[in-house]
């Protein structure tokens, strides 16, 4: 009797892994974007190369968009893969380009051709006009401030967002548009008045923690973000990573300057230049302070005009010790941050080192005899602003006091 044979076991396919429904639908567009280019068209060199991030980003993606690829016997499907050979640098995503490659080349897609040893792969270079921007206006002391960001998009295209944050940190204006090369020329004049100076340009991955921190304060509130925030923080995953904090942290060595307890000696000197010469503290979280400052003023008994000055001096510290809770502090502290950031792009390090010192100060409760001579300034000059002359008329003198309008537009 002869043996039975057992029946070899047949190879599993491999598992694919599947795709999240957000990132499904970023595929399908993708796709959509593909049969849509023309091969031999001027657009489709810019297209081939904004697939650079996409597949850097994440291999399962880049593994379904090349398997995705390979199943389209189409002219355009088979130059995009032959473009991702020069791209992909991961082991397991070049393998599926050249088995999408050799699938399409069964099918009689690809021509074969001759090539030297010596002939080198080149990729398509980025045009200068093609690159990923982005810029932040100068924040006002409530924390009211803009955020501009611009992506290349299929063809000569762009997406762009435009936003504009309040004083709580969340948008009074957000907009993600896809746009023209004249289209960015004409957001960046709205939003800036055409005036120069009052958007500088930031790192990529500081504009992308900047729309991340907006997440978080819409998170911690309980809202819902507008609508095109995800798409477009998507897209921005594809060109950066996330980074762990603002930049000036990179930029700033910050154990240095935290030590160095003359920056913060000479922090007041920042009031009087821009950004900081528009800041106040609100009226109302100051009026009494001002009131008790009146009243000083306004007293009958007759004291030295030292004593009256030494008071109100008093008043002045104590102030900034009761008013910068610990919320207010941190919410301060990141408004320098952004502030010494943009103070450093510009080219001014050493105002860039003393708001920076006074950020890393703002860790730390504030006392009443402090060495933050910004924070204890801007006190001074948020009461000066409520009580008039009063201070002036006890001190005997007309001190001169710098004013402006804040360079950020915002609507009211």
Same mark, same amino acid.
């Given at each position: 009797?002869?043996?039975?044979?057992?029946?070899?076991?047949?190879?599993?396919?491999?598992?694919?892994?599947?795709?999240?429904?957000?990132?499904?639908?970023?595929?399908?567009?993708?796709?959509?974007?593909?049969?849509?280019?023309?091969?031999?068209?001027?657009?489709?060199?810019?297209?081939? $190369?904004?697939?650079?991030?996409?597949?850097?980003?994440?291999?399962?993606?880049?593994?379904?968009?090349? !398997?995705?690829?390979?199943?389209?016997?189409?002219?355009?499907?088979?130059?995009?893969?032959?473009?991702? /050979?020069?791209?992909?640098?991961?082991?397991?995503?070049?393998?599926?380009?050249?088995?999408?490659?050799?699938?399409?080349?069964?099918?009689?897609?690809?021509?074969?051709?001759?090539?030297?040893?010596?002939?080198?792969?080149?990729?398509?270079?980025?045009?200068?006009?093609?690159?990923?921007?982005?810029?932040?206006?100068?924040?006002?002391?409530?924390?009211?401030?803009?955020?501009?960001?611009?992506?290349?998009?299929?063809?000569?295209?762009?997406?762009?967002?435009?936003?504009?944050?309040?004083?709580?940190?969340?948008?009074?204006?957000?907009?993600?548009?896809?746009?023209?090369?004249?289209?960015?020329?004409?957001?960046?004049?709205?939003?800036?008045?055409?005036?120069?100076?009052?958007?500088?340009?930031?790192?990529?991955?500081?504009?992308?923690?900047?729309?991340?921190?907006?997440?978080?304060?819409?998170? !911690?509130?309980?809202?819902?973000?507008?609508?095109?925030?995800?798409?477009?923080?998507?897209?921005?995953?594809?060109?950066?990573?996330?980074?762990?904090?603002?930049?000036?942290?990179?930029?700033?060595?910050?154990?240095?300057?935290?030590?160095?307890?003359?920056?913060?000696?000479?922090?007041?000197?920042?009031?009087?230049?821009?950004?900081?010469?528009?800041? !106040?503290?609100? $009226? /109302?979280?100051?009026?009494?302070?001002?009131?008790?400052?009146?009243?000083?003023?306004?007293?009958?008994?007759?004291?030295?005009?030292?004593?009256?000055?030494?008071?109100?001096?008093?008043?002045?510290?104590?102030?900034?010790?009761?008013?910068?809770?610990?919320?207010?502090?941190?919410?301060?502290?990141?408004?320098?941050?952004?502030?010494?950031?943009?103070?450093?792009?510009?080219?001014?390090?050493?105002?860039?080192?003393?708001?920076?010192?006074?950020?890393?100060?703002?860790?730390?409760?504030?006392?009443?005899?402090?060495?933050?001579?910004?924070?204890?300034?801007?006190?001074?000059?948020?009461?000066?602003?409520?009580?008039?002359?009063?201070?002036?008329?006890?001190?005997?003198?007309?001190?001169?006091?710098?004013?402006?309008?804040?360079?950020?537009?915002?609507?009211?």
């Amino acid at each position: 009797m002869s043996k039975g044979r057992v029946p070899r076991k047949k190879k599993k396919k491999p598992e694919h892994p599947t795709l999240s429904e957000v990132d499904q639908a970023q595929l399908e567009m993708l796709l959509d974007r593909v049969a849509a280019q023309d091969p031999e068209g001027e657009s489709f060199a810019q297209f081939l $190369e904004s697939l650079k991030p996409l597949l850097q980003r994440s291999l399962t993606f880049g593994l379904a968009f090349v !398997r995705a690829l390979g199943s389209s016997a189409s002219p355009t499907s088979v130059k995009t893969l032959q473009a991702l /050979e020069g791209i992909a640098a991961q082991k397991p995503l070049r393998r599926a380009v050249k088995t999408a490659l050799y699938r399409l080349s069964r099918q009689g897609l690809i021509q074969e051709e001759k090539k030297t040893a010596s002939e080198a792969k080149v990729l398509v270079p980025r045009p200068e006009d093609r690159q990923a921007e982005a810029w932040a206006s100068w924040p006002e002391s409530q924390g009211e401030r803009g955020i501009i960001l611009k992506l290349p998009d299929a063809g000569r295209g762009y997406l762009m967002v435009i936003g504009v944050l309040n004083s709580e940190g969340v948008f009074h204006e957000f907009e993600a548009v896809q746009t023209t090369r004249k289209g960015v020329r004409a957001l960046i004049e709205q939003m800036t008045g055409g005036v120069s100076g009052r958007i500088i340009e930031i790192p990529l991955d500081h504009f992308r923690f900047l729309y991340e921190e907006v997440a978080d304060t819409y998170q !911690r509130q309980n809202i819902e973000l507008p609508s095109g925030y995800d798409v477009m923080l998507k897209q921005l995953g594809f060109w950066v990573e996330k980074p762990s904090g603002p930049h000036i942290y990179n930029l700033l060595a910050e154990k240095e300057i935290g030590e160095n307890i003359l920056l913060l000696r000479s922090s007041d000197g920042l009031l009087e230049v821009e950004p900081f010469l528009s800041w !106040r503290l609100p $009226e /109302e979280l100051v009026s009494a302070f001002a009131a008790r400052i009146k009243e000083i003023s306004e007293s009958r008994l007759v004291i030295s005009q030292s004593s009256q000055l030494e008071r109100v001096e008093q008043i002045y510290r104590e102030a900034a010790t009761e008013l910068f809770t610990a919320e207010r502090r941190e919410r301060y502290r990141r408004l320098l941050e952004e502030a010494a950031l943009l103070l450093y792009l510009e080219g001014r390090e050493q105002e860039a080192k003393r708001a920076f010192a006074v950020a890393l100060d703002l860790n730390n409760e504030i006392g009443l005899f402090t060495e933050n001579n910004f924070i204890l300034g801007l006190v001074k000059r948020s009461i000066s602003a409520v009580v008039g002359s009063a201070i002036e008329d006890m001190a005997g003198e007309t001190p001169r006091e710098k004013t402006t309008e804040s360079g950020l537009i915002i609507p009211r």
